[in-house]
């Protein structure tokens, strides 16, 4: 089972480094660029269901401590982890 830093570290090297192929691109700006690379919001949606993840509650955190807001998307197989 992978952790949450490990995670979040690697979602975020990869969005930067899809947001960094768009340099050079015409008609894309620099502030544009640099918007792109604060990621600010999160959908969780797994195969699966995401509540099953061990340390859900951890990974939510740490995206909230980076200001990263966070949608979590259920089919509510399992309300007690949900609350």
């Known amino acids: 089972m992978d952790e949450p ?7 975020l090297a990869n969005h930067y480094k899809m947001i960094n192929e768009f340099r050079g691109v015409p008609g894309v700006s ?3 660029i640099k918007e ?11 195969v699966g269901e995401p509540i099953m993840y061990p340390k859900i ?4 955190n740490l995206l909230h401590e980076k200001e990263i807001s966070s949608f979590l ?5 399992f ?3 949900i609350r």
């Open 5 to 11: 830093e490990m995670i979040i570290e690697g979602a």
């Open 30 to 32: 620099a502030e544009r």
């Open 36 to 46: 792109g690379l604060r990621a600010r919001h999160c959908a969780l949606s797994l």
């Open 57 to 60: 509650n951890r990974f939510l």
């Open 73 to 77: 998307v259920t089919n509510a197989q």
């Open 79 to 81: 309300p007690d982890a």
